[in-house]
């Protein structure tokens, strides 16, 4: 079955690098995705990464998948205050109408 | 220009009594998906509607969830007999069509306290 897993938290100081890591499952993800909830809000998709790529960057942020492994990565570089939210992963698997499936969030908190 | 906007953002009710949650989803948008967001849980998924039509019914945690779709906008989730595990915030996406790699656009949620 599917499954998404996730750390709980991290904590990081303003101005380092953050790396939030995802195991999934199911081998047949076709689409991976970081979606990022502040407080209050609804989920914002940050970026996601179809299965035959390694790796995609935008701006700060730095996907890293690997397939052999079912590892999923999110660095944010040069992390900011602003950053503190809880960051799902989620995958989209082959078969379904895309409907994801989510881990339970990591709560990234920034140290000033 | 709006995103996914979500009605009511906080309701509190007593067990037993029904709640309809409302959904309006961004112009244009075919598909809408219906998530559950419980404490320590993460989100999980409901139902989803393809125009006016739910193909998949089998992710509504029981036979007291019920969600319709109307004119392929407006979505509403009916929760009848409330439960306290029925606490939750409930999610509404929409995307431009269903199928893989279609951007899900979130709306805020509705926070569902059943006392």
């Known amino acids: 079955g599917e499954d998404v897993e996730q750390s709980l938290f991290l904590s990081v100081r303003e101005g380092d690098s953050s790396v939030i890591n995802c195991t999934y499952t199911d081998s047949s993800s076709t689409y991976l995705y970081w979606y990022k909830q502040e407080p209050g809000a609804g989920l914002q998709l940050l970026t996601y990464i179809f299965s035959n790529m390694d790796m995609k960057q935008d701006q700060r942020l730095t996907v890293l998948l690997n397939k052999k492994d079912k590892h999923l990565s999110l660095r944010i570089a040069d992390t900011q205050t602003g950053d503190s939210a809880i960051y799902f992963c989620a995958e989209s698997i082959r078969g379904s109408q895309g409907n994801l499936i989510f881990g339970k969030g990591t709560k990234l908190s920034v140290k000033p | 220009g709006a995103g996914v906007s979500q009605s009511p953002s906080n309701k509190v009710t007593e067990k037993g009594k029904d709640v309809e949650l409302r959904c309006d989803p961004i112009s244009g948008h075919t598909a809408l998906y219906w998530y559950r967001q419980s404490l320590g849980q993460g989100l999980e998924f409901l139902i989803y509607f393809q125009g006016n039509s739910a193909p998949d019914k089998s992710g509504l945690p029981s036979d007291r969830f019920s969600a319709e779709r109307t004119g392929g906008s407006v979505s509403t989730l009916t929760i009848q007999r409330t439960q306290q595990e029925d606490s939750a915030v409930y999610l509404c996406?929409?995307?431009?069509?269903?199928?893989?790699?279609?951007?899900?656009?979130f709306g805020p949620g509705t926070r569902l306290l059943v006392l």
């Open positions: 996406a929409s995307s431009s069509r269903t199928g893989k790699g279609e951007t899900q656009y």
